[in-house]
């Protein structure tokens, strides 16, 4: 019954963003109630909607909640029409995505004040000069999210997408407006921050046009992009029917899929596209906690959700669509990890683990593994978010992101601490904590095969993906373990910043606690004794797939359990060997950096920016990488190409032009001038010579008289006379 | 007597007479000279008409007008050397020259 | 030929030869004075000719009209004028050769002409009696408008001249 309401959901923040950005702009505190009203809506709406899903148990899955009532965009027969589709997964996102929200705008209310030191030298603390905007951003943003979830058709799907884009490039950039007030903005943070969300919107556009692309050709083949209509068996096989093959060797729906699966690897940061994540945090904590943990970069992951039977409908076609996902998503969760692990900046290392996560999904969702990449996607939102938040507590109490500024913080900032050790203990993977539920099953998928069948011989492959996500777990518990002996043990490294560290208060602690309940607990949704989770997600199958297996507990989870755990123990003590053991002192060098080019490696991130990226230095300067410069390189070469040659063949044409107009300009005042003056001249000259004749002289023009009578008589006579 | 000399030599004479005056009309210099011609080539054409008038007189076809045309003839030309003379005279007074050479007014 | 046809023709071209003298002398004298007066013997000559034509009314017009007026009249001129009095000029302008070859073309071409047409040879009897009254009969009936006419031009002429030979 509550379903109905369903697409209140993300009108209700909605409607919050648009009330304050009209009427409670002056107002901060107005602002942030109205926004916190409309979240808290939505949740308790969503909620709704999830005790219902939750009742309807597995049949959900082939009966999702469905509405497609607002007629949008008519054309033809057919239409776009604004709806709702809720499935499991969907109810499961219900659950998450609004409690997250909710946590960080609470937590934005303390956040968003800056402490600043006056003329007298007094502390006290100021709201942000434009905090009322920043909780009319998230309010647009929450509810794009939210309408993201529960869209019934991929161009509703693909508006929130789009929308929420703009919003993180507004957030990312929200400290790159300086005002007079700002003293907490430096110029660099300026240059920086507007950098970095130009760079963020780009990249993301990058997969933003291959969405597009392999969109529209979704329709053209298919015939519609609602969710319930477009996974037909028919329509599917329409795709194959569909002429000739696009490119050599490949066809229409693995094309498809891959071209939507590119707005994947723009969104959710995955390799190539990745380079925007981590310059990303250069927006206030909230916003990489809501946006690039959360829930924006698991949109990217709810895509290849909602096209996963357009994804093994291709793969079963011949295509290695799937194969393709999981390599993605393998070698980034390797690749991100090795990276977190030579970041000094405390977010982002964060921001590099968030993408070797992501990673981790895809490559779930690429193996078969649906179920668990699902779960993991939810489980990652919550710790990741108490991650960033407890990060975003420590930086807001010391004063600084580097993390070699910081040190003995855990006597300083305890419950901050504790529930840091908590997410960073789900994110590594630990028993019995959520996260350790979640990747769990990602790997022992990763030995076993998948739930969805496909082509055996896959061994190597999947032997490879295994490997990949095993190292990446052992690096994982490696930088996090670095990161929690840096950040909260050993010496303080910089007195001043440790002396005026402090608790963070209550707004910004109680969503850190709540967080962590949920990230010891949510994990026993899918536990091998009683998966709820998948009952409700894989059993019944997913949007007319057939049903998932499920995996028993047999021998080889169980030793996988094990192998997981230690692998993470084993990551964690090297950490603390490194770290921890001999804490570093203050100036000194990462104690890794002994390995040398390996490490100026990492730390560089191989580079990439350079090459083919934006690299945005420190103090606010940005410099394209090589493949960009490239590229105007070329542009430059075009623009002269135009202007040498296309200007030049048209100037050629006019100089010809005027060479023919001079050349027949002098015919005529020559030739025809000159005939007509020749006509002229040479009357003159027989007149002259004519006019003489007139003598003056009578006696002249008598004989002449008389001579030509003569003559006539003459001639007549002898006519005559003949 | 008559009847015994041709009526050639009577158009021979007028021939003759009509040629001299008409040389003399053409080739001399002096006007009054030039009109002197002319009254020869007049007197050539009387000769003619006398004699063919004459010559003619018995025959019904040939005009018997040729007697009063020549007294015509002589009266005209005496109308016509006084204005001449007149012309001639008027001519002599701005131009102070009987020499029809200088009087070329209309030369181009 | 019988001695009448000769004497009568021996007559004539003694009378034509001293015409024809004086019309050369009219042209090649270079006094013009002289040429006046051999034009006067000119007239002489013509009105014997005249004579010889029976036409006796016109040879004493020709007499009275040329000679007494006419001649006069030129003689007048003359003197007026004063071309006697330059002795160094040529009396003959610059195209005197032209017409002189044109001149006696012309009378080549006449002379053969008259040779060469089949003429009345011998005149009639005359349809009158006496020359006088039928001249002035034919005057004044079947030539009366010329006549006229004629008169009217005498009087132009006289009232011309004498308007163009006023000071």
Redesign the interface.
């Known amino acids: 019954m509550v379903q109905n309401y369903t697409l209140f959901i993300p009108a209700l923040p909605f409607l919050a963003f648009a009330i304050i950005v009209l009427l409670t702009r002056k107002s901060n505190r107005l602002s942030a109630l109205v926004a916190i009203t409309g979240v808290v809506a939505a949740l308790v709406l969503s909620y709704g909607v999830f005790v219902e899903a939750l009742s309807e148990g597995a049949e959900l899955s082939l009966n999702p909640f469905y509405g497609a009532p607002i007629v949008w965009a008519p054309y033809g027969g057919m239409s776009f029409n604004f709806g709702w589709y809720v499935d499991p997964i969907g109810a499961a996102m219900l659950f998450m995505v609004p409690t997250v929200c909710l946590m960080i705008f609470i937590y934005s209310t303390a956040y968003m004040r800056h402490s600043h030191v006056d003329e007298h030298g007094h502390h006290h603390n100021e709201d942000d000069p434009r905090y009322a905007r920043f909780f009319a951003y998230i309010s647009l943003f929450t509810a794009m999210m939210l309408l993201l979830v529960i869209s019934s058709n991929l161009l509703e799907f693909f508006i929130a997408w789009e929308i929420m884009g703009f919003c993180s490039y507004a957030l990312i950039g929200f400290w790159s407006f300086r005002g007079r007030k700002e003293h907490h903005i430096d110029d660099a943070q300026v240059g920086r921050a507007r950098a970095a969300s130009i760079k963020a919107f780009l990249t993301t556009r990058v997969g933003d046009v291959l969405l597009m692309t392999g969109m529209i050709l979704l329709l053209l083949t298919v015939g519609t992009l609602d969710f319930t209509k477009m996974y037909d068996p028919q329509a599917m096989n329409n795709m194959l029917s569909a002429t000739t093959q696009p490119l050599p060797g490949v066809e229409w729906p693995v094309l498809i899929a891959l071209l939507i699966f590119c707005g994947t690897i723009g969104k959710s940061a995955q390799f190539p596209l990745h380079i925007w994540l981590p310059d990303a945090m250069e927006g206030p904590t909230p916003v990489s906690a809501l946006i690039h943990a959360a829930t924006m970069v698991s949109a990217g992951i709810f895509l290849v959700i909602r096209t996963y039977p357009l994804l093994t409908f291709a793969q079963e076609t011949g295509g290695a669509a799937m194969q393709v996902v999981a390599i993605v998503g393998a070698f980034t969760a390797l690749f991100a990890a090795t990276m977190g692990l030579a970041q000094n900046d405390i977010k982002r290392v964060l921001a590099y683990s968030t993408i070797s996560q992501l990673g981790y999904m895809l490559a779930a969702l690429g193996i078969g593994a649906f179920v668990a990449g699902s779960f993991h996607l939810i489980t990652h939102a919550f710790f990741k978010a108490l991650l960033f938040l407890g990060a975003g507590a420590v930086i807001h109490a010391v004063g600084t992101n580097d993390m070699f500024k910081m040190g003995g913080l855990w006597r300083k900032m305890p419950i901050t601490f504790v529930t840091f050790f908590i997410g960073a203990f789900a994110l590594m993977g630990f028993f019995p904590l959520s996260g350790f539920w979640s990747k769990d099953e990602i790997l022992l998928e990763a030995l076993r095969g998948g739930y969805f069948p496909h082509e055996g011989g896959q061994d190597i492959f999947l032997q490879v993906i295994y490997l990949m996500l095993a190292v990446g777990a052992f690096i994982t518990a490696l930088y996090t373990g670095r990161q929690i002996f840096l950040t909260f043990f050993g010496k303080p490294r910089d007195p001043e910043a440790y002396e005026q560290a402090h608790e963070a208060p209550a707004a910004m602690w109680a969503p850190l606690a709540v967080l962590a309940t949920f990230t010891v607990f949510l994990g026993f949704w899918n536990s091998p004794f009683a998966p709820a989770f998948f009952h409700f997600v894989g059993e019944t199958g997913f949007m007319g797939m057939g049903p998932f297996e499920h995996v028993e507990f047999d021998q080889i989870a169980l030793s996988n359990a094990f192998l997981s755990v230690g692998i993470a123990l084993s990551g964690f003590i090297a950490a603390w060997a490194i770290y921890g053991f001999r804490s570093v002192k203050a100036g000194q060098n990462d104690p890794l950096a002994h390995l040398g080019i390996i490490w100026k490696m990492l730390s560089s991130k191989y580079w990439l920016d350079e090459l083919y990226g934006y690299k945005i230095n420190l103090d606010g300067t940005a410099k394209p990488g090589l493949l960009i410069r490239l590229v105007g390189l070329v542009m430059r070469f075009l623009w002269w190409f135009e202007r040498a040659i296309v200007d030049g063949l048209v100037n050629l044409a006019g100089w010809f032009t005027r060479l023919l107009a001079r050349l027949w300009g002098w015919v005529d005042s020559h030739i025809v001038d000159g005939l007509v003056n020749a006509t002229g001249s040479v009357t003159g000259e027989i007149a002259g010579w004519w006019r003489t004749m007139q003598t003056g002289n009578v006696q002249n023009y008598a004989l002449v008289a008389v001579a030509g009578a003569m003559a006539l008589a003459i001639l007549f006579l002898l006519r005559s006379f003949t | 007597?008559?009847?015994?000399?041709?009526?050639?030599?009577?158009?021979?004479?007028a021939?003759?007479?009509?040629?001299?005056?008409?040389?003399?009309?053409?080739?001399?210099?002096?006007?009054?000279?030039?009109?002197?011609?002319i009254?020869?080539m007049l007197?050539a054409v009387?000769?003619n008409l006398?004699?063919f008038?004459?010559?003619?007189?018995?025959?019904p076809v040939?005009n018997?007008?040729g007697?009063?045309f020549?007294?015509?003839v002589?009266?005209?030309?005496?109308?016509?050397?006084?204005?001449g003379?007149?012309?001639?005279?008027?001519i002599?007074?701005s131009r102070d020259t009987?020499n029809?050479?200088e009087?070329?007014?209309?030369?181009? | 030929m019988d001695a009448t046809t000769v004497i009568a023709q021996a007559v004539f071209i003694i009378v034509a030869t001293l015409t024809l003298i004086a019309a050369f002398l009219t042209v090649l004298v270079r006094n013009v004075f002289h040429a006046a007066l051999a034009l006067v013997g000119t007239f002489f000559g013509v009105a014997a000719i005249y004579l010889m034509l029976e036409a006796e009314f016109l040879a004493i017009v020709q007499v009275l009209v040329y000679i007494g007026a006419i001649a006069v009249l030129i003689l007048f001129a003359v003197m007026l004028t004063r071309g006697l009095m330059q002795r160094d000029t040529i009396s003959f302008n610059r195209q005197w050769a032209w017409a002189a070859l044109v001149i006696s073309t012309l009378f080549l071409g006449l002379f053969i002409l008259i040779l060469q047409v089949p003429w009345l040879q011998t005149p009639g009897t005359a349809i009158y009696t006496d020359l006088t009254p039928w001249l002035g009969t034919q005057l004044l009936t079947t030539y009366l408008l010329p006549f006229e006419i004629v008169s009217a031009l005498l009087l132009a002429a006289l009232v011309g001249a004498f308007i163009i030979a006023r000071e």
């Open positions: 007597m008559i009847t015994q000399i041709p009526l050639v030599y009577y158009l021979a004479l021939a003759a007479l009509f040629c001299v005056g008409s040389f003399g009309a053409l080739a001399r210099r002096n006007a009054i000279a030039v009109l002197m011609g009254e020869l007197n009387n000769i006398v004699a008038w004459r010559y003619g007189a018995a025959d040939v018997q007008a007697i009063v020549a007294l015509f002589i009266t005209l030309a005496a109308a016509e050397a006084a204005v003379l007149a012309l001639i005279i008027a002599y007074r009987v029809i050479e009087i070329d007014l209309l030369k181009w």
